[in-house]
């Protein structure tokens, strides 16, 4: 006989659950009442599913020794548990559908009462927008049911159980489920109910399902209205004279819907019970000739993949910060959202039709841990899982069918393939067939309307675009869209700006989403962030869930800077003939009368005058040649331009005077920085004196430069390696990190092999190597001086077989923090690198040390300003021949290294001045590409000078 008969069987049920009701369109308001039951709830947290009995569920049960927690919240983020994070491996055994016995299960409970204005007659409906994994509910003691699908809405019908006051509702949610093997993510895995819970109040006759289709004719202007609705009423839209029934269709000319001129047009959808309010967006969306088109134009996706984030709510994400994420994509030139891995918040859409973003709305749906017994047992291949998928399909359709900027269904993420997956897409295309669906794991493209890519390299995406590729015949007539690409984790990404070129040279390539929006740093006191690992989770994929555009705290990272600048959608540059620029119209939709241009002149990098520019308000695809104001009178110095795209008025996502794009030239190159000799050494005892400067007579080290006590300078080769120079241990190429290591990189020895005075040079020979190597850097130091400035020559010869690039090529050395503060210099203004200078501005810059920090979660190279040409600290100048990079930080390469968390950082006594003649490309190698080969910094003879004065002489 059984002496366990569990209560918990549909945890590890394959269905979807029971007794909800069919999913349908969601709407943000109505004239019909409804009661928000967000707020403090009780809560007790077992660490099984059957620890406790269903009798909390009943009215008057005693919940005074229970936790409080806000709801939507997660509780492991609310002080009862942990999170986990894992990219793809499930943190339980692969046992599908079962689930360990371990299994996390919070207890909720809420009491409410009805307003005072609730109404008697009709019906209510409980809806949950959000809850992980599993959920059953009760209300005032009766079973509503269960579901699955964490990221999707489900609905009760409640209205016969609803009491005036002293409504009890009781929500048992279990972290581990069936549906979790549905749910493989690459996030943290945070149990509760962290979206929306709403009571809506169904009058008789009151709206069910309904479905807006407001196609667009480009060639006739005319928009055709039809909304078909479960129940009959009418549809009117005042500003179009549109009054009709429902399920009638009607054309009328409008002004069509796209992502760059998101026109709405507010409706009233009316039945006998109901009034729903209406934002309507006439547009078409078409696969033809090859290409994915909207309103009979092609478009190209500048895209970011999007999580939804906050370092201390988790998933639970509030209106303000949606909007906060909407407008930082406006302010960059982000124009479109793959929603992965779910079905966002749907305020997020709401936002992305009003403000205007591109959508690919993705299923909640990833099996990618499957990957790791080669796809057996994948529920998208198992035909009693269907049900399941199917139900979040419609789920997802149903609810968002109505967002204009919804411009493609995704099936889900890396889920393999299987039978399930063409029941999905055959649904789909059924029930919408004005959209077209994606699915990035569909090679063949059976089931698909796009060829869809993840992080292929810049070579293979131009022989796809050159049609080189293979692949069935189906797939060559598709366009490519890449679902993900240049992974933004850590210093990075690099490339974007050959990407970009790729993407705007070929027609079939149709853009693609940056990886990802958002690091998924979580709050902590004593780590500043924390990552995966961090909560003593037994299996976990470190800060890999850290690789957004934006730190935890939504700063923009310099990645999101270079990503909008790569991006704009007005290219700026020198025209054909000397004193113009080139303007040439980006935007698939917009001309460019919504702008105003600025030019302006700088003579070495200070300001000289500032004037309108007249620009045609150009067409999309046209160029104009545009004459710039003359030049100012250079007096010998360096002279560039700027132009500024601006907008010319106020729009909802940014002021007027905003930057959108800008480009900048030379008219007159930098002058040769003077020869610095004249000055011979003179030898006193251990020191060596020339012009401003006193030198280690035995090392021939600098000792002090212009009474500026200088310590350790010497050949820099380090960097703390970034997440993309680490790689990721599936690539099977080269990963630089873990070789510059293996090779010793980060323990170079320098020999010193002689210290010579002859003529009017100091001249130091070394040779700088690791231990246990051959491999070696012939480095030879000649100090000059003219009596008052000091020049430095580095002569670096390779030794030996060099098999990997060095990760950078300078000099460093230390200078005291006390005086050294300020810093100011004439280059690029913010953090770059070789692959990654887009976005660095000449001009004059100031900041503190403090400031030249980049504050990745995980620390690493951060930090360099790149073409330089002279920099200003410490109470020196220095200026490079050629051109350099210059970093400055508190603490050394190496304790950058050995740091985990910001808060292992302390500056100390010493700022540590690193002055690179060059720099190893970033790549996107942490999931994607390492640098393209000619962003290497391999090992060959180079000859670099800098010469260190007083300020101001």
Avoid at 335 to 357: I, K, M, Q, W
Avoid at 369 to 396: I, K, S, Y
């Amino acid at each position: 006989m059984s002496l366990r008969t569990p209560a918990d069987g549909h945890v590890e049920d394959v269905a979807p659950g029971r007794g909800t009701l069919p999913p349908r369109a969601r709407y943000a308001s109505s004239d019909a009442a409804s009661l928000s039951l967000n707020g403090r709830w009780r809560l007790r947290v077992s660490a099984t599913a059957d620890a406790e009995d269903d009798a909390f569920a009943r009215p008057g049960h005693d919940t005074g020794d229970w936790a409080e927690v806000t709801v939507p919240g997660h509780w492991v983020l609310q002080g009862h548990g942990a999170p986990i994070y894992t990219n793809h491996l499930y943190p339980f055994p692969v046992d599908p559908p079962h689930v360990p016995t371990e299994n996390p299960t919070g207890d909720h409970l809420r009491h409410f009462d009805l307003p005072g204005d609730w109404p008697d007659a009709g019906d209510a409906v409980l809806r949950f927008d959000g809850v992980e994994s599993c959920a059953r509910v009760w209300l005032n003691g009766t079973e509503l049911g269960d579901f699955k699908g964490s990221r999707l809405p489900h609905e009760f019908a409640v209205g016969h159980l609803l009491r005036p006051a002293g409504n009890v509702l009781a929500v048992r949610v279990h972290q581990w489920s069936a549906g979790s093997y549905l749910e493989d993510q690459d996030q943290w895995w945070l149990p509760g109910i962290f979206r929306d819970v709403t009571l809506l109040h169904r009058p008789p006759g009151s709206v069910g399902d309904f479905f807006v289709h407001a196609s667009y004719d480009h060639v006739t202007g005319a928009g055709t209205l039809r909304v078909d609705s479960d129940v009959p009423g009418r549809v009117t839209v005042p500003e179009l004279g549109v009054d009709v029934a429902t399920g009638e269709p009607v054309t009328v000319p409008v002004a069509p819907w796209t992502a760059e001129t998101p026109r709405l047009y507010d409706g009233v959808l009316a039945t006998a019970g109901e009034r729903v309010p209406l934002r309507i967006g006439f547009r078409t969306v078409a696969l033809e000739d090859g290409l994915i088109k909207v309103n009979g134009t092609p478009l190209l996706f500048k895209g970011v993949n999007r999580h939804e984030w906050h370092p201390r709510h988790g998933r639970a994400l509030d209106l303000d910060t949606m909007r906060e994420d909407v407008l930082l994509m406006k302010r960059h030139n982000i124009n479109a959202v793959r929603t992965s891995h779910y079905p966002p918040h749907p305020a997020f859409l709401d936002l992305c039709d009003e403000y205007g973003l591109w959508v690919i709305d993705e299923c909640d749906l990833e099996t990618h841990g499957f990957v790791e017994q080669d796809w057996r047992d994948n529920p998208v291949d198992d035909a009693r899982w269907t049900p399941a998928l199917l139900d979040r399909a419609a789920r997802m359709v149903e609810r968002d069918k109505n967002h204009p900027s919804v411009v493609m269904w995704s099936l889900g993420n890396e889920a393999g393939t299987g039978r399930g997956l063409t029941a999905m897409a055959d649904w789909i295309h059924d029930r919408d067939p004005a959209r077209p669906v994606h699915y990035e794991g569909d090679l063949d493209c059976r089931d698909t309307d796009v060829y869809s890519r993840m992080y292929p390299p810049h070579a293979e995406v131009e022989r796809i675009a050159r049609g080189l590729d293979g692949g069935t015949r189906r797939r060559r007539r598709l366009p490519l869209i890449l679902c993900e690409y240049a992974h933004a984790m850590g210093n990075g990404p690099g490339g974007l700006a050959d990407y970009q070129e790729l993407f705007e040279t070929y027609d079939r390539l149709q853009g693609g989403f940056v990886w990802e929006w958002i690091d998924h740093g979580i709050e902590h006191p004593e780590l500043g962030y924390a990552y995966g690992g961090d909560f003593g989770e037994e299996l976990h994929d470190g800060n890999f869930v850290c690789d957004g555009l934006l730190f935890p705290d939504r700063t923009p990272s310099p990645g999101l800077t270079e990503y909008g600048k790569v991006i704009e959608p007005v290219r700026i540059g020198p025209g054909g003939t000397d004193g113009t620029v080139r303007v040439t119209n980006r935007y698939d939709f917009a001309d460019l009368s919504h702008l105003e241009f600025e030019a302006s002149h700088q003579i070495d990098g200070r300001p000289a005058g500032t004037h309108r520019l007249t620009v045609p308000p150009l067409g999309p695809g046209e160029s104009a040649e545009v004459k710039l104001p003359p030049a100012p009178d250079d007096e010998g110095g360096e002279v560039q331009w700027t132009v500024r795209a601006l907008l010319a008025g106020d729009l909802s996502w940014a002021g007027r005077g905003h930057t959108v794009a800008w480009g900048q030239g030379t008219v007159v190159r930098r002058a040769p920085v003077a020869a610095a000799a004249g000055a011979r050494p003179a030898v006193d005892g251990d020191t060596v004196t020339l012009g401003p400067a006193v030198f280690d007579a035995r090392t021939g080290a600098p000792r002090t430069v212009a009474g500026v006590r200088v310590r350790d300078l010497r050949l820099d080769v380090w960097r703390a390696p970034t997440d993309n120079d680490h790689g990721a241990h599936w690539q099977s190429d080269v990963r630089c990190g873990p070789h510059w290591r293996e090779l010793g990189l980060h323990r170079m020895r320098h020999r010193l092999d002689a210290v010579e005075t002859d003529g009017e040079a100091l001249t130091v020979r070394t040779r700088v190597a690791p231990a246990g190597r051959e491999a070696g850097l012939r480095t030879v130091y000649r100090w000059t001086s003219d009596g008052e400035r000091l020049r430095l020559t580095v002569s670096v010869v390779p030794e030996g077989d060099w098999t990997v690039p060095l990760p950078r090529l300078g000099v460093r050395f230390g200078l005291d923090a006390a005086s050294t503060d300020a810093v100011s210099w004439f280059g690029g203004g913010g953090e770059a690198y070789p692959d990654t200078q887009a976005a660095s501005l000449l001009g004059r810059w100031e900041a503190g040390v403090a400031e030249l920090q980049t504050p990745y979660v995980r620390p690493q190279e951060n930090g360099a300003r790149a073409d330089v040409r002279w920099v200003e600290l410490g109470g020196l100048r220095i200026e490079g021949e050629p051109e350099f990079w210059f970093s400055a930080r508190p603490w050394t390469n190496e304790q950058l290294d050995a740091a985990r968390h910001r808060t292992d950082l302390t500056p100390g006594d010493t700022v540590w001045v690193n002055l690179d003649h060059r720099q190893h490309g970033i790549g996107s190698q942490s999931c994607g590409p390492g640098p393209l080969p000619r962003y290497f910094l391999w090992p060959e003879p180079a000859e670099f000078s800098f010469v260190f004065s007083v300020p101001g002489d």
